[in-house]
């Protein structure tokens, strides 16, 4: 049996339910084969409330990472956590030259509960390098106002005018995760592709045990997008799959919820709304 094939650009983290981590186990659950191209390694401090460590490592032992995966013939690639413009201009690079159409940007800007954007410069990396090779992009409601340059949408209405502002710097489709700070009574995510919007709802989970959901929603549509979905089925099964996941987070620790990437697969999918509005 043949598998397709899913690389990841990102960051390890070490706590096993974001980064490399998330998208490995989501690969795995959607019958891919995974590969991964690591950029930086998080570490916590559990003497000093979890606090993030983030070590970057050298990029050229990024860009032999990526040579690696994309000889053996790659069916879709996603980034995650890129540290510095010089790692997002590599990784930009690399899927240029590598002319996959299948290409998921998570442009991940802070973790959960750190409130600083990595690196300011790496705003206009992203738009710069990755967001005109993106099939879709899968920002939340923070990261999409960064990268259109934008207030931080708080509504669905705001969510709309942030899309159509972001489709319009280059990738073929945008979806926004509403999350928790989105003013509405479901969970909710925006999918346009150009033309329509989609909203995609589910009931909200009352938990602070989601910790990865967002890197785990992208590594689902990568997979399905390499398992040969169109992008809008593959956005509603990565919300099924995640809605699922962050319904069975649970606690690792005093600091820190995972969600349980397996959730779907074990326990079946969730009701998911499918609005254009
Ligand atoms: O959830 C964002 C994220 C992405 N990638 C890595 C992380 C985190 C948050 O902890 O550690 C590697």
Known sequence: MKLKKTLTIAGS???GGAGIQADLKTFQEHGTYGMTALTV???MDPDNNWSHNVYSLPVDILKAQIKTALSTGID????????????IQTAGEAIAESGLDHVV??????????????????????????LPKAEIITPNLFEAGQ??????????????TVAEKL???????????GGKQLQHDKAADLFYDGKTFTLLEAEKTDTHYNHGAGCTFAASITANLANGMDVKEAVVEAKEF???AIAHGWRLNEYVGPVMHGAK?????????????
């Open 147 to 160: 990268l259109a340059g934008m207030k931080t949408p708080s509504t669905i209405e705001q969510m709309k």
């Open 105 to 130: 940007i998570d442009p991940v800007m802070v973790c959960k509960g750190e409130d600083e954007v990595l690196n300011p410069g790496t705003v206009d990396a992203m738009v710069t390098y990755l």
């Open 242 to 244: 995640v809605t699922a």
């Open 167 to 177: 489709h319009s710097l280059g990738p073929r489709n945008v979806v926004i995760k």
């Open 76 to 87: 879709a690639i996603k980034t995650g956590m890129l540290s510095t413009e010089e790692v």
């Open 41 to 43: 390694v998080v570490t």
């Open 13 to 15: 983290d070490t706590s």
């Open 265 to 277: 697969t074990k326990f079946g999918a969730p009701e998911i709304t499918i609005t254009e509005v």
